[in-house]
C-alpha cells in the first residue's frame, strides 16, 4: 500500500472543488498513523512465511546479498557465492519485517 499526505495540484479537478484546510502537522500524524497500521499488517501477513521455503526470481545484488521477488511480489534477501541472477532459487524464510523477508538458500533433503 502507498499514501500520501493530500496536497493540491494546480490544474486538477480537486484543485478546483476542494480547499486544503488542513494543517500540515495533523497531516503528517495522520500519515504516521495509518503508516504504522500498514506496517503491523504486513509484518502480520509476512509473519506466516516463517521457516517456509518460497521460490524467488533473482533481480540483483546489493551489500552481499542477493535479492528478488516471490510469485506474490514479497522481497526477499539471501546469500549465496553462486551466480544466482534471473534464476529462479529455493529460498527458506528465516526473518521477517513488514517490507522484505531474510533466508537462506533452501537445501534437498
Known amino acids: 500500500m502507498h499514501v500520501a499526505a493530500y496536497s493540491v495540484r494546480?490544474?486538477?479537478i480537486a484543485s478546483r472543488e476542494y480547499?486544503?484546510?488542513v494543517y500540515?502537522?495533523?497531516k503528517k500524524e495522520r500519515l504516521n498513523r495509518v503508516e504504522t497500521i500498514q506496517a503491523k499488517i504486513a509484518g502480520d501477513i509476512n509473519s506466516r512465511l516463517k521457516d517456509k521455503t518460497v521460490e524467488v526470481?533473482?533481480?540483483g545484488k546489493k551489500s552481499d546479498k542477493w535479492y528478488?521477488?516471490?510469485r506474490c511480489n514479497?522481497?526477499?534477501f539471501f546469500e549465496s557465492d553462486d551466480d544466482c541472477l534471473r534464476q529462479l532459487v529455493d529460498v527458506t524464510i528465516r526473518s521477517i519485517s513488514p517490507w522484505a523477508l531474510?533466508?537462506?538458500i533452501a537445501i534437498d533433503e
Open 19 to 21: 480547499e486544503d484546510n
Open 57 to 59: 526470481l533473482v533481480e
Open 74 to 76: 514479497k522481497l526477499v
Open 10 to 12: 494546480s490544474g486538477t
Open 68 to 70: 528478488g521477488r516471490t
Open 24 to 26: 500540515s502537522d495533523i
Open 102 to 104: 531474510q533466508g537462506e
